[in-house]
């Protein structure tokens, strides 16, 4: 179309149409876009499609009169209305509601008159069909990029830019628009009358895009920024609104690892001018990923460059999780039927194996190739072919769907075995059988359990310790023999009554509420309990109460299991009086003093009282041992403690120690006067001679004195200064006494120094093993090694564990220490034994701190796969002291070190006190009599009790029991007569570097053949 204008002001230049620039795109056809001919009556006759240009300059209103004036579009003329102000154009629009198009400048009565008649056009006037297109010649006043984001315009030109074509375009788009809005909501109106109805027509535009179920959003060319975007885009990216997004690079909006291949695809997109269906991750604002599909499409400008990138994304979890959903359930049958833990295969119809998986193949013996060329009754036992074949049968004849039963089948090697076949049927689209699936279970083990069940009830009903079976309720439900044995009731007296029956009257309601809160919660008890037999006497027994569970897991009754332990509890009895009394006197051991000094120094401290400990030591005392015999020096011990007892008085207690060490604890004194006096009494009193063997004999002692709370304030202090004391009194000559002073702490002072100096011998690798061996009395065989550490100290040479591993555990270096013996130990070991030197087992001492590191059980493993020591070959020794202070600890360290095989021994035993029933739930295998009770064998009588008592002790309990520190062949003898098993000391070996052990045993060896070859001739 070509129309001549005056020149104006605004030149209108015709000019080829093209791509327009704006918000909208428009073309103009001839058919569509016309001049109006005022002789065609059929024209006149139409309605006018109504235009208002809004503008304060009459040039423009001339211009667009000439450019619009005649046109016709859609068979329909225009109607030109014109306004020169905002307020003007609002009355207007207000009397003439059907105006189609609105021209508007910006800059009229005010900067943004324009921009605020278009609010009131959407908002006030709340029209949103009227097409409205900003046409300025001041964008300044209002930049296009704004203008389109923030007002409900449909296009947006310069006056400058503007052409006849351009113009005519706009106003056909834009009456095409609007026909378009006229005709939607009048359809709308038609289909509803409700006020819902119009507001969804009148809103249909915008939530077109906000609320379209893809998101979608402009994005910039050139700085790749996003210049627009729709609500789905904001919600489904966790934003809270649209700010959060505009202006972002949109690279920005992509996880990380995708943020190459995205600049890639829009490297691509401008050279192509589309991306279609390109996967991705967008980044939510939580910095999570979205799966979607990408496509882009561009928009030129004027010129046909690409100017925006619009850019759709679908959300494409759902279909991802779909996807991966479907791979994860074909590998996941994949690998159940390839990894099942039982046998699965189809079957076809006639018998033949159409794929079966390696378990199966496991089960019968078979490759695959070879089980698929046999049949299900090749390899059914013959037996048993006739119930296999009528059980296919009943499930082809539809009598069964599924359906399993129990047969035997034949291995390849000819071997029956028992199986559980599963056979269900599987039909094609017609409903005829296609094939069976089959599942087979290798059933051996448990027909060997049923077996096994017929044999525990043999066992329940004919084992040593008494049973009883009860419901939830408490009612009993079933008795073995032995209970009706231990508590007098036959077992239809007990049957359906309450375990209750057996009541003492010994325990208080608390020990029951322990004991249920303890089954309930863990589903288990253990400990002794008090019962009464049917006859009315009261015993004591060891029970554990245990909760028996359904297969759901859930409580189904109570099974009690107890022993008699009255014996027991008398040799408890006994053990624990030798374990707090010394044997030859009778007098407190050093134990029971530990305990009552500590009781008396709480009560001082309150009281804010002082007390003595006074250090006894006989002098020369050795000398009556070696002259008149050790019945005569027991003599003498045993006068001396009797008459120290009547010395005292009675709030004051006595206690011996040791050989002819003895202690007393003098309380409610006020200071050394009282002491001195006190102490110069009792030596006064014990001046007197004793009557030996008819011999009438004095002694001497020497006495140290330590008081509370000037020289210590716990009983480790006290004792050791108080001896400290003792020690100075005998420098002093003998047969007096001394308080403690400070000066005589010099090993305080060593104590100092040396735990400095250990902080670093690990970095200086001044710690080396030796190993001594352990011996079998009867064979006199090797049977282990125990580990030994000796500190070489530059300067002062070697120094035993007894100077540095107290220190050690004091300052925590224990554990490193603790560490480093173990791995060296067991490197050792596994060296030892792929040189194919026997050596049974190397013993490792573990101190008490470690077992209650938390990573101790951690560190053994370490070492054991770090070395590749074979766990059998390892002892760790523990003592006992240390055991039975941490009993709830040690059960469950030790349980868990004996769980991986390894031996686990209590050493210095019966220099502490353990109770029976402690020592029967012990995961322990072998006893260590202390060698202070081995050294005076068999001059000490009380020794040779101790070590009988243990070793007896030990056997009672199926427990090895080995002996250190033994240095002669009459304590070798003794152990060995009363059944001691094991030995170590000086009269074996002494402790030697690994060579000096591979040279002894070397010459074990030797002498071994010397002696055979004697033998044979």
Known sequence: MNLKLKQTQYNLVCQPAGPVSGTGTASTHPSTCSQ?????????EEKYWQLLIVDDEPSWHSTIRLALGDAVIEERPLKLIFASSGAEAESLLAETPDIALVLLDVVMESEQAGLNLVRKIREQLNNQKTQIAIVTGQPAYAPEHI?????????????????????????????RAYHSLCKLIESQENLSKTARARREAETRYQDLYDNAPDMYASVDVVSTKILRCNMTL??????ADKQEVIDRPVFDMVLPEDEERTKEAFRRFIKSGEINDMELRLRRKDRTGMDVSLNISAWHDMHGNITEARCSWRDITERKASEAAARESQERYRAIFGQAAVGLARLAIGGTWLEVNDKLCEILGYSKSELLEQSIQAITFPDDLNTSLEYMQQLLDGEKEVGSIEQRVLHKSGQSLWINLTLSLVYDKEGEPKYFVSVIEDIVQRKLSEDRLRQAAAVFMNTAEGVIITDLDGSILDVNRAFCEITGYSKDEVIGQNPRILKSGRHDKEFYKTLWFSLITRGEWRGEIWNRRKDGNIYPELLTISAIRNPNGNPAGYVGVSTDVTSDKEAQYQLQHMAYHDPLTDLPNRRFFNAKLNQSIRLAARRGSTLAVVFIDLDHFKRINDSMGHDVGDELLKQFAQRLQNTIRVSDSVAR???????????????QADASIAVTSIMNDLKAPFDLDGRR???????????????????????RNADTAMYSAKENGRNGYQFYKREMTSAAFEYVILENELRVALERAEFELLYQPQINIESEQLIGLEALIRWQHPQQGTILPSRFISIAEQNGLIHEIGAWVLMTACTQGKAWLDKGIEIARIAVNVAGPQILHGDFLTIVHKALSATGMPKHHLTLEVTESFIMSRTEDGIGQLKALQELGIEIAIDDFGTGYSSLNHLKQLPIDKLKIDQSFVRDIPDDSNDMAISEAVIALGNALNMRVIAEGVETSEQAMFLKEKGCQEAQGYFYGKPMTPAQIEDWLSSRKASDRGEEEADSD
């Open 36 to 44: 109006y001919d005022p002789d065609n009556p059929n024209l006149q």
């Open 147 to 175: 203008v389109v984001e923030q007002y409900q315009i449909n296009d947006y030109r310069l006056k400058t830019d503007l052409s006849v074509e351009k113009l005519l375009a706009l106003t056909c788009t834009a009456i």
């Open 234 to 239: 904001v919600k489904n990216l966790g934003y």
């Open 657 to 671: 120690i040791s050989g002819d060490e003895f202690i007393l604890l003098l309380e409610e004194i006020k200071g």
């Open 697 to 719: 004999i004095r002694i001497t002692f020497s006495v140290g004195i330590s008081l509370y709370p000037d020289d210590g304030k716990d009983s480790m202090h006290l004792l």
